[in-house]
């Protein structure tokens, strides 16, 4: 998160460590999974579902379901790269941990479709403007710092081509749970060591919330609106999140 202060130094350096040492549990959280137990196909096979859940979506809204490029922010290891490529011409994989990048490129299928490239901030300087027709991101924003989840919203909407859609996943507010309150009350210093020290985690995860009346007052702001929501409780990370269609003005 170049030129973001040292917490987002931090994250920057949390997910380079995660995408090193275990890098599809970091992307898809499973108890089960830790230590490198996720099976490639079963982990693959996750992006497809999410990829086929949210066409079929955009498909009830009228909106394409085939594209000429996609960008996948946080890609991660290229799960939903991977499902986007048969819909599109091009899919660009944006991350800010280059060795998730470079498993990403080890399991690439996508015959030259899937193009992985690393961005050191949330403001997609890598991509031009208007150059992509989708943006989907999915259990990433979450993971910025304050403000970075508002920062890559906005620069979604300055590569979208004008019409051009995206799809994104934001927590909004913590569950009240025992561990949601722990992310209710306690400071993030509290969290990280929380996270290493006690539950083993090779780095710390941040969670950040952004409301919905936030989201939508900076999608408009930068040139778009909300078409759709989608509410969604998350018990496994004790958050609530929503998953929003926002749609760039075409003119």
Same mark, same amino acid.
């Given at each position: 998160?170049?030129?973001?202060?040292?917490?987002?130094?931090?994250?920057?350096?949390?997910?380079?460590?995660?995408?090193?040492?275990?890098?599809?549990?970091? #992307?898809?959280?499973?108890?089960?999974?830790?230590?490198?137990?996720?099976? *490639?196909?079963?982990?693959?096979?996750?992006?497809?579902?999410?990829?086929?859940?949210?066409?079929?979506?955009?498909?009830?809204?009228?909106?394409?379901?085939?594209?000429?490029?996609?960008?996948?922010?946080?890609?991660?290891?290229?799960?939903?790269?991977?499902?986007?490529?048969?819909?599109?011409?091009?899919?660009?994989?944006?991350?800010?941990?280059?060795?998730?990048?470079?498993?990403?490129?080890?399991?690439?299928?996508?015959?030259?479709?899937?193009?992985?490239?690393?961005?050191? /901030?949330? /403001?997609?300087?890598?991509?031009? /403007?208007?150059?992509?027709?989708?943006?989907?991101?999915?259990?990433?924003?979450?993971?910025?710092?304050?403000?970075?989840?508002?920062?890559?919203?906005?620069?979604?909407?300055?590569?979208?081509?004008?019409?051009?859609?995206?799809?994104?996943?934001?927590?909004?507010?913590?569950?009240?749970?025992?561990?949601? *309150?722990?992310?209710?009350?306690?400071?993030?210093?509290?969290?990280?060591?929380?996270?290493?020290?006690?539950?083993?985690?090779?780095?710390?995860?941040?969670?950040?919330?952004?409301?919905?009346?936030? *989201?939508?007052?900076?999608?408009?702001?930068?040139?778009?609106? #909300?078409?759709? *929501?989608?509410?969604?409780?998350?018990?496994?990370?004790?958050?609530?999140?929503?998953?929003?269609?926002? #749609?760039?003005?075409?003119?």
């Amino acid at each position: 998160m170049r030129g973001r202060g040292r917490l987002g130094e931090q994250v920057h350096a949390d997910w380079t460590r995660l995408g090193a040492e275990d890098p599809l549990w970091a #992307v898809w959280v499973d108890p089960d999974k830790r230590g490198g137990r996720w099976d *490639v196909e079963e982990f693959l096979a996750l992006g497809r579902d999410d990829v086929d859940r949210t066409r079929a979506w955009l498909g009830r809204l009228g909106l394409p379901t085939e594209w000429d490029r996609v960008l996948d922010f946080g890609c991660g290891a290229g799960r939903l790269s991977q499902a986007l490529a048969p819909h599109a011409r091009e899919v660009v994989g944006l991350d800010v941990s280059a060795p998730m990048l470079d498993r990403a490129r080890e399991l690439d299928r996508s015959g030259g479709r899937c193009r992985f490239v690393l961005a050191e /901030d949330a /403001d997609l300087h890598p991509v031009p /403007d208007a150059s992509v027709d989708l943006v989907l991101t999915e259990r990433v924003l979450q993971h910025l710092p304050p403000g970075g989840a508002e920062r890559a919203l906005a620069g979604f909407l300055r590569v979208l081509r004008p019409g051009g859609v995206a799809v994104l996943h934001c927590p909004t507010t913590p569950l009240w749970t025992a561990r949601g *309150v722990v992310w209710r009350v306690a400071p993030t210093r509290l969290v990280r060591w929380a996270q290493t020290r006690l539950l083993g985690y090779p780095a710390p995860m941040l969670m950040t919330g952004v409301p919905e009346e936030r *989201v939508r007052a900076v999608a408009a702001a930068a040139g778009g609106r #909300v078409v759709d *929501v989608q509410a969604v409780v998350e018990p496994a990370t004790h958050w609530a999140a929503a998953r929003y269609v926002v #749609v760039r003005d075409a003119g």
